[in-house]
């Protein structure tokens, strides 16, 4: 069945929606996005991905193609338009088409695209068994905080964890976890405190990571943000990674070494469910 999509103004089939060879997006990866799940038809935490957009638009120079409260709107047109009830909306602002040239080009109309993706994010086989990471260096570049669509170092590191039978990688760098390949990286201590690296232009700010850390402290959990090892992570009681589309999800084998008995956490359990019930109230 075709999607419905969403280009440069209008919604059409997917098989007929086209952006130019010459779009800087497509040349050099000058391109931004944002992934914003999709419960009961419904767009969660969208002002945070909204927020983040204009930042990443901003540190980049880039025009906007329109206030980000209408990109807003039209994302709920597209989700009601395919009748999406659980998923995904995946948008992408890039600088738009000119001949190349290094120069950002003067005058440009900025590409705005927009598509859904149809999947279970509330009840997946991930967060009932929790996933096997494996560690890789981190190749990215140095301005991770901005959401730019140079994901092939992520694709070759969760590439080769899949190769060796993983589900992901956590990357590493200088000798600290930064984060996974597409998610926020946590542990959690023997001593029962949440540990995740703290926001800088190493990582991303994660729209999830913010709202998970504000309810954990109102839980009265502990929580420290400073960088971790491998080593440090595989003898943590427990670990988990978030994410728009994975929302809180355990992570229960680091290079091979189970955590604890090597099933789920007890807080990364309870935090998805605290998480989840946010969401719910804020609708
Ligand atoms: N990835 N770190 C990286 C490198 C990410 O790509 C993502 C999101 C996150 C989590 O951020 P948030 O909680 O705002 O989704 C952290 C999206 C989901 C993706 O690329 O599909």
Do not use: C
């Not at 890039?94 to 590409?111: I, K, N, V």
């Not at 929580?223 to 080593?231: D, L, N, Q, Y």
């Not at 427990?238 to 956490?265: H, R, Y």
């Amino acid at each position: 069945m075709s999607r419905i999509v969403y280009v440069n103004g209008e919604f059409l089939p997917e098989e007929e929606a086209r952006v130019s060879i010459f779009d800087r997006g497509f040349l050099f990866a000058d391109a931004i996005y944002e992934v914003t799940p999709v419960l009961d038809g419904r767009l969660l935490e969208n002002e945070g991905h909204m927020a983040r957009l204009e930042r990443s638009l901003r540190e980049l120079a880039m025009p906007a193609p329109m206030p980000v409260s209408e990109i807003a709107a039209l994302m709920e047109e597209l989700v009601r338009r395919n009748d999406l009830r659980e998923g995904s909306v995946y948008l992408q602002v890039t600088r738009g088409a000119a001949d190349r040239d290094f120069l950002y080009p003067e005058g440009a109309t900025p590409t705005l695209v927009m598509f859904t993706q149809a999947r279970d994010v509330r009840e997946t086989r991930a967060s009932r068994v929790g996933l096997r990471v494996v560690s890789a260096p981190d190749l990215r570049w140095g301005r991770r905080d901005i959401k730019t669509v140079q994901l092939l170092a992520a694709s070759m590191a969760k590439q080769a964890a899949h190769d060796a039978g993983a589900d992901d990688a956590w990357l590493v760098q200088d000798g600290f976890v930064t984060e996974g390949s597409s998610n926020n990286a946590y542990i959690v201590t023997r001593d029962g405190t949440i540990v995740t690296r703290q926001l800088s232009n190493d990582i991303l700010h994660g729209v999830t990571r913010a709202s998970v850390l504000k309810l954990a402290s109102e839980a009265q959990l502990r929580v420290e943000e400073r960088p971790f090892t491998i080593a440090e992570a595989q003898d943590a009681a427990e670990a988990f990674m978030t994410s728009a589309s994975a929302f809180v999800t355990p992570v229960v084998e680091i290079d091979g070494v189970k955590l604890g008995d090597g099933a789920p956490g007890q807080v990364a359990r309870r935090l998805r469910e605290i998480y989840l019930d946010s969401l719910a109230e804020a609708g």
